[in-house]
């Protein structure tokens, strides 16, 4: 645990955004007797939703904050590459990654969050704020005002705190080129991480357990890039996207297309989908009183990191409000985060903004070269 200073348990922390960032910031300052609350601008957060994995790290944040039990263990990569396959493990001393909804993690944060009293106001879109030497204010577009000692904007991209820290620079938004495609559909089989090549896509599968807490039955969790212009991306519909998936299923291997007519017959399915962005992180991200998180920080861009980044800045975040929000700390924070997304942004934005092969013959090159790294790593690799 964390050792404070007794002034800091009169701080009263005001987080824009409940998010995973904004409502797990929220929940560790509260472990720390430091006093915050949540300002949310959406009025309710179900509806469908889309699976995504936590690494080993942020599962141990998770574990942390008494979250857990979620979700479906996953220390394993299966890759199908035409004819090929190959099968990489996590090391064995490693915590094991999860496959989990967005909507059952949200779910147990806010149950989390409850449990600790945490006041989560919702249907509060953030349209002003003031500074001062000592104190915050945050005005609403409904006139109505919180007051803080402390701001952390987790807003995401589009984050307001962000802008006013950062003038002129109202977007950093970049459209990677292509439209990200979940689905989600009942199935109690169990079925590791897999990712299936074909010529010109891939497709991932894996069981992502409960879909919320209602739920009484343990689902899995597809995915796929279909690549378009901007424009196509932002005007597609669930009958375009289901269509083409159906075009693309007929070349699929039989147990992923057995997975796909599964998901065709199932009336709780889910499908989610929309353009992907990649986004640069701005160049100031605190003042004297107010500090940001997450994607309001920095946009991750594509590759399965950006929740496990956000739990992670809001552990860092944590030490820096109880170690007393000093310019140094707040400066150590924006350096050591800014590092580790641009680290893994890249690797992701590289990874994703190749096609795959787009014949038969590459993807047999693509499993060679693969089957090689399973017998030089001896099946073993930390992903």
Same mark, same amino acid.
């Given at each position: ?72 263990? &996953? ?49 509060? &879109? ?33 984050? &307001? ?223």
């Amino acid at each position: 645990m964390l050792e404070l200073e007794g002034a800091m348990n009169s701080e009263n922390v005001i987080i824009v955004g409940a998010g995973v960032a904004g409502l797990s910031l929220a929940i560790m300052l509260a472990e720390q007797n430091i006093k915050s609350q949540v300002l949310e601008s959406r009025q309710r957060f179900d509806g469908p939703t889309s699976g995504v994995r936590i690494s080993a790290e942020g599962v141990k944040v998770l574990r942390f904050m008494n979250v857990d039990s979620i979700g479906e263990a &996953t220390k394993r990569v299966d890759m199908r590459l035409g004819g090929l396959s190959a099968s990489f493990s996590a090391p064995e001393h490693d915590t094991a990654a999860i496959i989990v909804t967005r909507l059952a993690l949200h779910e147990q944060l806010m149950k989390r969050a409850r449990s600790l009293g945490i006041r989560v106001l919702t249907g509060f &879109t953030m349209a002003r704020m003031t500074e001062s030497a000592n104190a915050v204010e945050v005005t609403s577009e409904s006139n109505e005002a919180m007051n803080g000692t402390l701001l952390v904007g987790a807003d995401g991209v589009g984050s &307001t705190l962000r802008h006013r820290l950062n003038p002129g620079h109202r977007s950093t938004k970049t459209y990677a080129g292509y439209l990200g495609v979940g689905c989600i559909t009942q199935d109690e089989e169990k079925i590791e991480m897999t990712l299936h090549r074909y010529p010109g896509h891939q497709v991932g599968i894996a069981s992502c357990g409960k879909v919320n807490e209602a739920a009484t039955k343990n689902s899995i969790f597809m995915w796929t890039h279909i690549r378009m212009p901007e424009g196509d991306a932002k005007r597609a519909t669930q009958t375009s996207v289901e269509s083409e998936l159906a075009r693309r299923a007929e070349r699929w291997r039989p147990e992923l297309r057995r997975k796909y007519d599964l998901y065709t017959r199932d009336a709780d399915r889910m499908l989610a989908f929309g353009p992907v962005y990649n986004g640069k992180p701005p160049t100031r991200w605190y003042s004297n009183r107010t500090i940001l998180i997450g994607d309001a920080a920095h946009p991750y861009g594509p590759g399965g990191q950006g929740i496990s980044m956000a739990l992670k800045d809001a552990k860092a975040l944590c030490s820096v409000i109880a170690r007393g929000f000093t310019e140094d700390e707040k400066k150590k924070f924006q350096a050591s985060r800014a590092e580790e997304a641009r680290t893994l942004g890249e690797a992701a934005q590289k990874r994703n903004s190749k096609d795959s092969s787009s014949s038969k013959w590459g993807i047999l090159a693509e499993g060679v070269v693969m089957k090689a790294v399973e017998i030089f790593s001896r099946g073993t690799l930390k992903f």
